[in-house]
C-alpha cells in the first residue's frame, strides 16, 4: 500500500486525506496544533451552494454538502438543511432578488419568491419593518464547525484508518520525506493543506503567487428566550454583492453603486451580514473582510458594532447576549481563482486558496484533486 502525509488538519487537509484513502492510500496526517485552530472553525458551519454559480463550483458545492451529510449520517453529528433567506429592505433589492430567483429558477435550482406575508408565516424572527420580500433556497445546509471539524478527524479514524500527528510541527518537506521535528517520515506522497505551513515551507513560491489573506471579524450570541427559532440562515442585502452567483442579475451593478455611496463605511469594511443558528440556539453572526498579509491582532468594536447595526434591519436582537468574538484568517486568491494547485517539486503538492468557501467547498474539490492527478 502506498503512503500519503497531508500536512494541516483544517477542512482542506480533511478533505484531501479522505480522498487519498478512498483511492487506496494510508494516510497520515500532521498538524501543529493539538486541534484544529484556525478559519476551519472560525466560521459559520454554512454549506452554501446559493452563493456558488452554476457548472463546476455548484456542482463542487453540492458534492461536498453530500459528503457532509454522509459522514453526520454516520457519525450522528448534527445539522440542519435549513435553506436561505434573502431579504429584500429597498425596491433595488427586490428588484435583485426576482431577477436571481428567474435566473436561479431556469438552472433548475430549488427557489422561492417569498412575500412580505409569506416570510412571516414561515420566519417569524424576521424583521416585518419596510420588509417587500425575500429569495429562499432549500439548498443550504448548517453544521457547527466546531464540533464539525472535530467530527470529521475522528470518522477518518475510525472509517478510513487515517493516522494524526497532533501538535508536531512539519518543519522541511522534500521528495519523499516528512520532517517533523527530529522524526523523518517516509512517504510517496506528500500534500500540504495548510496556508501557514504553505507560506512557511515555501516562502518564495508564496510570494510569487496571486494571493493575499483576509482577516474577518464575527460573534455568536444567545437569544434570553430558550426557544427562539430563526428557522433558517437569513442574510441582508449587502449579502448580494459578496456572492459570485448574484453576479448574474442585471441589476446588481446598480444596487452595488448605491451601497458604495450610501454604505461606505460598510464597503470599505468588506462586511455584509448573515446569520446561522446551531443545535444549541446560538446565533453566529457575521462578518468583514480586510486583505493584506499582515494584521492587527485585536477585533474592532466598531465594525462589530456596524454588523450588528446592520442585523438589527432584518431581525430583532434586543435580548440576545452577546458570548463569544473572534477573528479568523484563510488565505485568498486575488486573480479571481477559486483554488490554488501547485507542484513545487516531485511527488509534492500544495492545494491551498479556496478563499473562505472551505466548507462549501473542500470535500467535492479534494476528490477531484486526487482524481485528476491519476493517483
Known amino acids: 500500500m502506498k503512503n500519503a502525509v497531508v500536512v494541516g488538519a483544517g477542512i482542506v487537509g480533511l478533505s484531501v486525506a479522505r480522498a487519498l484513502s478512498l483511492k487506496g492510500y494510508s494516510v497520515t496526517i500532521v498538524e501543529r496544533s493539538e486541534q484544529a485552530v484556525g478559519a476551519s472553525i472560525r466560521n459559520f458551519g454554512m454549506i452554501w451552494p446559493i452563493g456558488q454559480p452554476s457548472g463546476e463550483l455548484l456542482d463542487r458545492a453540492n458534492r461536498t454538502k453530500t459528503i457532509w451529510k454522509g459522514i453526520a449520517d454516520s457519525t450522528g453529528l448534527w445539522y440542519n438543511e435549513s435553506g436561505s433567506l434573502h431579504a429584500a429592505y429597498q425596491e433595488d433589492e427586490w428588484i435583485v432578488l426576482q431577477e436571481l430567483y428567474e435566473i436561479f429558477k431556469a438552472e433548475g435550482r430549488f427557489v422561492e419568491l417569498l412575500n412580505k406575508s409569506q416570510i412571516i408565516d414561515r420566519f417569524n424572527a424576521v424583521n416585518s419593518h419596510e420588509l417587500i420580500g425575500g429569495l429562499f433556497s432549500s439548498a443550504e445546509m448548517i453544521i457547527d464547525p466546531r464540533v464539525g471539524i472535530k467530527t470529521v478527524a475522528i470518522y477518518l479514524t475510525e472509517f478510513l484508518n487515517v493516522q494524526f500527528k497532533w501538535g508536531q510541527a ?47 471579524q464575527m460573534m455568536r450570541f444567545k437569544s434570553a428566550n430558550d426557544h ?58 457575521g462578518d468583514s473582510h480586510e486583505y493584506g498579509l499582515t494584521f492587527d491582532p485585536f477585533d474592532s468594536t466598531y465594525i462589530n458594532e456596524l454588523i450588528v447595526a446592520y442585523l438589527n434591519q432584518f431581525i430583532n436582537t434586543s435580548d440576545w447576549k452577546l458570548i463569544q468574538s473572534w477573528n479568523g484568517i484563510y488565505p485568498k486568491m486575488t486573480n479571481g481563482d477559486n483554488k490554488l494547485i501547485e507542484n513545487p517539486e516531485k511527488d509534492v503538492y500544495i492545494v491551498n486558496g479556496v478563499g473562505g468557501a472551505g466548507m462549501t467547498m473542500s470535500f467535492g474539490l479534494g476528490e477531484e484533486v486526487i482524481n485528476e492527478l491519476k493517483l
Not at 500534500?191 to 510570494?207: H, K, M, N, Q
Request: aromatic content about 10%; hydrophobic content about 40%.
Open 170 to 216: 512539519v518543519v522541511g518537506v522534500e521528495t519523499g520525506k516528512v520532517f517533523v521535528g527530529n522524526e523523518e517520515i517516509h512517504t510517496d506522497l506528500v500534500f500540504i493543506c495548510s496556508g501557514a505551513d504553505f507560506e512557511t515551507l515555501y516562502p518564495v513560491l508564496f510570494a510569487s503567487k496571486s494571493i493575499t489573506k483576509c482577516k474577518l
Open 228 to 285: 427562539f427559532n430563526i428557522g433558517t440562515s437569513l442574510c441582508g442585502g449587502l449579502s448580494l454583492i459578496h456572492y459570485n452567483s448574484f453576479k448574474a442579475a442585471p441589476s446588481l451593478e446598480s444596487l452595488k453603486k448605491r451601497y458604495e455611496a450610501e454604505l461606505s463605511t460598510y464597503i470599505k469594511h468588506g462586511i455584509h451580514v448573515m446569520v446561522s443558528q446551531n443545535n444549541f440556539g446560538e446565533l453566529t453572526v
